[in-house]
């Protein structure tokens, strides 16, 4: 009881410092050359004091995280239209802008509003985009990443991310009192909400497809153990606290079942398949050497896993079908690991060593295999694909500070993801 | 000496029964009802049966103040991506293992830790080898299996912070935990 009700004043603790949570900020530290400039003009609202919100803002700030769009400023905005029949388009046209966005608010009371927007080509004065999306006013915020979404995808035929989110965790504190939090957050590091707190370590969160649970392993206790939570109540199951190793969950695509790291007596670690619904284990790999990292692929038929049987740790790959023999896909260099499919798996992002740092890299599954390192850090881990596919969340330190960072799957544009406090660490981005 | 150690350990006993249960807490998200649900399994509780051992608490965490003998010391460091124990740590492991074998009732957890470089889950891996290392070398000198449990938390509870050698040195270690 006693307990319960200290547990209880805890959690009322940190609902308040979760509204307090520092916020993340986004710098963008290299840009795309040939970025598309696109005017998003200030959304007309005749009750603007009521929704104090800024659509345009929230839209032209997702675009030009992309690196893919370059916003034009307001001041250079000599008109502010804010429907279609009031675009002057050569004027838009002299101050090179290839695409614009014109919209509005409307109250409909019971704080509700709707959004009106469209988008034009200025150059040959088509409208490619029309719609209207009601929202509440806590709504307001996704419903204009959702027309970021709708301008992203209309111009560069990619579905958008920007009304999606991202899971992460932070620690603060000094040693040796540390405070690890898992820290749910819209794509963008706005809105971020604490959904587990300990003073021990939180590990590895990973999405369910259905983006409704999340898996991570917590040392509560001093002891791994694998927990899924679902967010919506907070409500979490302890699925896995097997003697020993219990590490890395990975969600099968249909989410019935976890790939996960579990260890013999001995120590030896390898990947296991477990059930949720029945609890029971298979186990997928058997060797002396360290397996762990699983990760699916989409059909559900074979896990990608790291593995220093060899040595050093590579990446492989093994059908769950028993009695498979795992195949081999790393071979450049004497650390690759921690493999991620992108969504449309055509390439493998995973953590490579070069020159010492350790570095986000891809590797092309259709061609010949081709490995690109994209970024340039000595301590880039934890790779984690936008639900699109265009963009990779991974963790760096920045100034001895462990921080988030972004990079474009083909490594043209990069931004850090800059929180005022905490170390941040593995990142994962949710599905759509 | 025995009194004061007698004392230390009902003081230990003290506020181990009486300190807050470590916080471990789910949070909903704000706008959801209040289901809360969690903390399954602690048994931690109970703290009776705990043998201490050698000078110092449960939580092994480095050289305690004027414990100097080989019993005193509960950290062996290790060097980078080895998990061999280095012969400056024999003492160390011997007088443990006489310990342990003196004492059949007592426990002891091996906490497997790494330096920050490398990935997480690997990291994981590595910690447990050199948790297991130990294990291994202290069952060779007669400790029964059945005393001896291992934890790796691979990067994620360094001893030391810091992005350079001086601290990845002091965290490439396991730490001797006597306990339940």
């Known amino acids: 009881m006693n307990r319960r009700t200290s547990c209880l004043v805890a959690i009322g603790f940190m609902l308040f410092c979760s509204r307090t949570w520092a916020e993340l900020v986004v710098e963008i530290t290299k840009g795309q050359a040939d970025a598309i400039p696109i005017a998003i003009v200030p959304f007309s609202s005749p009750e603007a004091a009521a929704a104090s919100f800024d659509v345009a803002k929230l839209v032209s700030d997702d675009l030009a995280r992309s690196g893919r769009f370059r916003a034009t400023d307001r001041k250079d905005m000599i008109e502010q239209p804010h429907t279609g029949a009031a675009i002057s388009f050569d004027d838009w046209r002299r101050l090179n802008n290839d695409y614009i966005v014109v919209g509005q608010i409307q109250p409909l009371g019971q704080d509700r509003y709707n959004i009106t927007f469209e988008l034009y080509n200025v150059l040959n004065r088509q409208r490619l985009l029309g719609y209207q999306i009601s929202a509440n006013k806590p709504g307001l915020r996704l419903a204009s990443h959702q027309v970021a979404d709708m301008v992203f995808e209309k111009i560069l035929g990619i579905r958008g991310a920007f009304a999606t989110r991202i899971a992460y965790i932070s620690v603060l504190g000094s040693l040796p009192h540390k405070d690890y939090r898992l820290i749910v957050a819209d794509a963008d590091g706005e809105n971020p909400r604490v959904v587990m707190q300990s003073n021990e370590p939180l590990m590895s969160p990973a999405w369910s497809p259905d983006g409704q649970n999340l898996a991570y392993v917590s040392f509560e206790n001093r002891l791994p153990s694998v927990y899924v939570q679902f967010l919506k109540t907070g409500e979490r199951r302890r699925v896995s606290a097997q003697a020993g190793v219990n590490q890395a969950p990975a969600w099968s695509p249909d989410g019935k079942k976890l790939a996960l790291t579990l260890s013999t007596r001995d120590g030896n670690l390898d990947i296991y398949v477990l059930d949720l619904a029945t609890q029971a284990l298979t186990r997928i790999t058997d060797d002396p050497g360290i397996d762990t990292e699983p990760q699916w692929s989409k059909d559900g038929q074979s896990l990608y896993f790291t593995s220093d049987r060899a040595g050093g740790p590579q990446i492989y790959r093994v059908g769950t079908q028993s009695g498979d023999k795992p195949r081999r896909l790393t071979f450049q260099g004497s650390y690759n690991a921690r493999p991620r499919l992108s969504p449309d798996e055509s390439q493998l992002s995973f953590v490579t060593q070069e020159d010492g740092g350790y570095r986000i890299a891809t590797m092309d599954l259709r061609g010949r295999g081709d490995v690109q390192v994209l970024t340039k850090g000595h301590f880039d881990v934890s790779p984690s694909y936008a639900p699109n596919g265009a963009e990779i969340i991974y963790a760096s330190r920045d100034r001895g500070r462990g921080v988030l960072a972004l990079v474009s799957a083909d490594g043209r544009v990069q931004e850090r993801l800059v929180s005022s406090e905490g170390e941040l660490q593995e990142p994962a981005w949710a599905p759509f | ?180």
């Open chain 2, 1 to 180: 000496m025995k009194r004061i150690v007698a004392i230390a350990l009902l003081m230990a006993g003290a506020a181990l029964l009486s300190g807050c249960p470590k916080k471990h807490n789910v949070i909903e998200q704000p706008n959801a009802g209040s289901q809360v649900s969690g903390n399954q399994g602690d048994e931690g509780a109970s703290t009776s049966s705990r043998g201490l051992a050698g000078d110092a608490g449960t939580q092994g965490n480095g050289m305690g103040g004027d414990a100097t003998g080989p019993l005193g010391r509960k950290v062996i460091y290790f060097d980078f991506d080895k998990s061999e124990i280095k012969p400056e740590f024999a003492d160390l492991v011997a007088a443990h293992a006489r310990n342990l074998t003196g004492h059949p009732n007592f426990r002891m957890k091996l906490e497997g830790n790494t330096d920050e470089r490398g990935t997480r889950e690997y990291n994981i891996g590595l910690g447990e080898r050199r948790a297991q290392a130990v294990r291994r070398a202290l069952m060779l000198q007669g400790v029964a299996e059945s005393q001896l449990n291992t934890v790796s938390f691979g990067a994620e509870r360094p001893a030391a912070e810091g992005d350079d050698e001086t601290a990845w040195a002091k965290n490439r270690r396991v730490e001797l935990v006597y306990g339940p």
